[in-house]
């Protein structure tokens, strides 16, 4: 049971450069999201997706982009990458059937730097 | 305005002594749920405890117990009988029921246990 599988671990870009920070997960979860965890700011929402084919922005939605044509995967990419995307990505997932805690499940996180 | 504050960036607490981890939050919403997640060094986020804004008792997982005031709107975590490997990041969460799924996140409190 891997749960949520993100890849790489660990990246660093030139400005400019595009790159996908893959995300997969095995436990059927309509829900898939993407965080980036800066210094004293908490987790803060880019993209999330509610099912397959659908997805919205969060709070920090510009310069990246999202997809999600299967269940299982959910991948965030970035087109023109800034030094200001320098972070820790996180993805997560959790189910939305039901009432209750729905629990988001997290990867292990990916650690971006940009030049 | 915040909706999620932690007032607390740092604590140092000797080991085995009891811990609360300080977490308010602003909401208009009547039905809600908070989260608390740890994150060690490591770098993963894991999934603490959850209370929901219509439970009638304070969530208790084992060492982890919820003190929810929600006339104050506080839900503080306490850790009894702290131990070494509880050193971690602490971070509380909320999702509102208007908010399709997302996690609003406080900025976190930096646990340290000394022996």
């Known amino acids: 049971n891997a749960g949520v599988t993100q890849t790489p671990k660990f990246q660093v870009l030139k400005t400019g450069q595009s790159m996908t920070l893959q995300c997969a997960q095995d436990?059927?979860?309509?829900?898939m999201s993407w965080y980036r965890q800066d210094p004293g700011m908490g987790l803060r929402l880019i993209h999330y997706?509610?099912?397959?084919?659908?997805?919205d922005q969060g709070e920090v939605p510009n310069g990246y982009n999202v997809s999600r044509s299967t269940t299982e995967d959910f991948p965030l990419r970035l087109l023109s990458a800034a030094p200001s995307q320098t972070s820790v990505y996180f993805c997560?997932?959790?189910?939305?059937?039901?009432?209750?805690?729905?629990?988001?499940?997290f990867g292990a996180g990916s650690r971006l730097t940009v030049l | 305005a915040q909706k999620i504050t932690q007032t607390q960036p740092g604590m140092f607490v000797q080991e085995k002594e009891a811990v609360t981890l300080d977490c308010t939050y602003d909401t208009s919403d009547p039905s809600y749920g908070l989260f608390w997640y740890k994150q060690p060094s490591s770098g993963e986020m894991i999934f603490l405890i959850y209370?929901?804004?219509?439970d009638q008792q304070n969530a208790t997982e084992g060492r982890y117990s919820l003190n929810f005031q929600k006339a104050r709107k506080s839900a503080n975590l306490v850790i009894s009988a702290s131990q070494l490997g509880d050193s971690a990041m602490y971070f509380c969460a909320m999702r509102e029921r208007g908010s399709n799924y997302q996690l609003i996140w406080g900025a976190g409190t930096k646990l340290i246990i000394k022996p």
């Open positions: 997706s509610v099912g397959a084919g659908i997805t």
């Open positions: 997560a997932s959790s189910d939305r059937r039901g009432t209750g805690a729905n629990v988001l499940t």
């Open positions: 209370q929901g804004s219509y």
């Open positions: 436990m059927n979860h309509e829900y």
